[in-house]
């Protein structure tokens, strides 16, 4: 996959977990990373991968991140769209809570980060280092 070839598209609420679960992707992949409170109309025509990034607030994603999916859907049906949460909850609820957004959302792909998840020899979050591993191939 070229540079730039994947934009990362979030909002983060006080705690920061998915701007910086972002921030890690982004570098990781060499992605172009938007930040949904700072700016919520985004060209995605150059991109062939788009990465949704969300928390949960009472078991909904935030409401910006639901908006802009809502507005762009034709657009994001068109490209290779996968959906991360950033969430208190894991084991079965966590897959449970997943399972809803993703569908709720209409992005089938979706991985979730949870707050006290374990962390690899980096100290970067298993899930969240197994998830890049998979946007690479
Ligand atoms: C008011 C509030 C409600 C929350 N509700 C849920 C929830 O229903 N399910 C869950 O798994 N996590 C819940 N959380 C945890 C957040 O989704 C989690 O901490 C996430 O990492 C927040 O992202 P942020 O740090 O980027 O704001 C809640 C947190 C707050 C503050």
């Known amino acids: 996959m070229k540079t730039n070839d994947i934009a990362i598209i979030y909002s983060s609420s006080l705690g920061g977990h998915v701007a910086e679960a972002a921030g890690y992707i982004a570098k990781e992949l060499d992605a172009d990373i938007f ?7 985004i060209n995605m025509s150059s991109y062939g991968r788009i990465i949704i990034g969300t928390g949960i607030h009472a078991g909904r994603p935030f409401g910006n991140v639901a908006s802009f999916v809502k507005d762009n859907k034709a657009v994001l049906e068109t490209k290779k769209t996968s959906l991360f949460i950033c969430c208190l ?27 006290s998840g374990e962390r690899d020899e980096n100290g970067v979050k298993k ?7 998979r946007m690479r191939s």
Not at 35 to 41: A, G, I
Not at 127 to 133: C, G, I, P, R, T
């Open 35 to 41: 930040d949904l409170k700072k700016q919520s109309k």
């Open 89 to 115: 909850y894991k084991g079965s609820r966590g897959d449970a809570q997943c399972e809803r957004v993703s569908r709720d959302l209409g992005i089938p792909d979706a991985s979730y980060f949870p707050d």
């Open 127 to 133: 899930e969240l280092a197994s998830f890049v591993q």
